[in-house]
């Protein structure tokens, strides 16, 4: 099944704990502004242009320029504490492929996923889970930012499409069980940043786990 966004993590907690209706929501995970090991063509701390605080919108919009990668260990435990909190034990998460962001300082941006499939497994009171998401393709479109909020608005070509696929005991699960609703990529997310990367959850679900990418150049 085709959905017409990245959902991300946020989705997650809103629809997959539909399933269990006595399933508790899970608690957000918080890893720091800094993302994962600087890249050496990146910008520091110290001799970035964007690194003046006096004017906090132009340093987040300075700091979100670049490429940056998703983090998969964040994107990994994001999605096994969901999981496990959703009524579900002996969760395992694994990932291949990637996501990239790319903000340009024109204005524009690219989302590109290519071949990022994230498999989940677990045991819930009805059976085995098993959870294939995947991303492949490119959405573009404009970003603006301020302070603490990014919004990416996509192009006339769309959203990036997630496939995916859900069962139980090797059993698709109808579609209205999987994650098709929920805050979009190219909704406002909240943002912090720094010269290791930057990480987002939608404004409008501060509950949602975070989303962290590493900055690659």
Not at 30 to 56: F, H, K, L, Q, V
């Amino acid at each position: 099944m085709k959905t017409s966004v990245p959902i991300l993590i946020a989705a997650l907690a809103l629809g997959l704990t539909a399933c269990n209706d006595d399933s508790t929501d899970a608690s957000p995970s918080t890893p720091p502004a800094t993302t994962g090991a600087e890249s050496s063509s990146g910008p520091s701390a110290d001799d970035a242009s964007w690194a003046d605080e006096s004017d906090p919108a132009l340093r987040t919009q300075g700091c979100l320029e670049g490429e940056f990668v998703l983090d998969d260990d964040v994107w990994v435990r994001g999605i096994g504490d969901v999981l496990t909190a959703s009524d579900l034990s002996g969760v395992q998460v694994d990932v291949t492929g990637r996501v990239t962001v790319t903000l340009e300082p024109d204005g524009t941006y690219v989302v590109a996923g290519e071949d990022q499939s994230t498999t989940s497994r677990g045991s819930s009171p009805g059976g085995q889970m098993l959870w294939v998401m995947t991303f492949d393709g490119t959405e573009s479109g404009t970003w603006v930012a301020d302070a603490s909020v990014l919004t990416l608005t996509a192009g006339p070509g769309g959203r990036l499409a997630g496939d995916h696929e859900l069962s139980i005991d090797g059993n698709p699960l109808p579609t209205d069980m999987l994650p098709v609703s929920g805050t979009p990529w190219s909704d406002t997310l909240t943002v912090t940043c720094d010269a290791g990367g930057f990480v987002t959850r939608p404004a409008d679900d501060p509950q949602a786990p975070d989303v962290a990418f590493r900055r690659a150049r």
